[in-house]
């Protein structure tokens, strides 16, 4: 137990390491629903790399976290930022954002979006990384 307890306190001290970019990147506010003034933590987009890198990072408000990580609360109406947030010039951005329109593809605005949506294919392969 201690060995996995200790890995999981390292692993969270590097994503806190990343903390600074993350900030300037997203000048302070979720990278998903533009949310500022709220706390915000680190959120590294699956699969996982080791070592993890700003890149493969998000920085989320706790509402977006909770709704990504707990699919039976999310709430559609909150996830109508993505109609921004799929058009983002950060990778880890349009991932998570079309993985979380299809699994909101019951809302036909989110169907629609996603298909107009234009992914590269580095990011397309990413996007089906974790299905």
Known sequence: MAKGYDENQQQKARLNFLGKDLVRRSRAKCELCEADGVKLTVF???PESDPATADRCLFLCETCR???????????DHWRCLNNAVWSEVPAVQVISARMLKRLSKEHWAKELLEQAYFSEEVDAWIAAAE
Request: hydrophobic share 30%; proline share 14%.
């Open 44 to 46: 590294e987009v699956p």
């Open 66 to 76: 909770e709704q990504i990580e707990n699919p039976k609360r999310m709430d559609a």
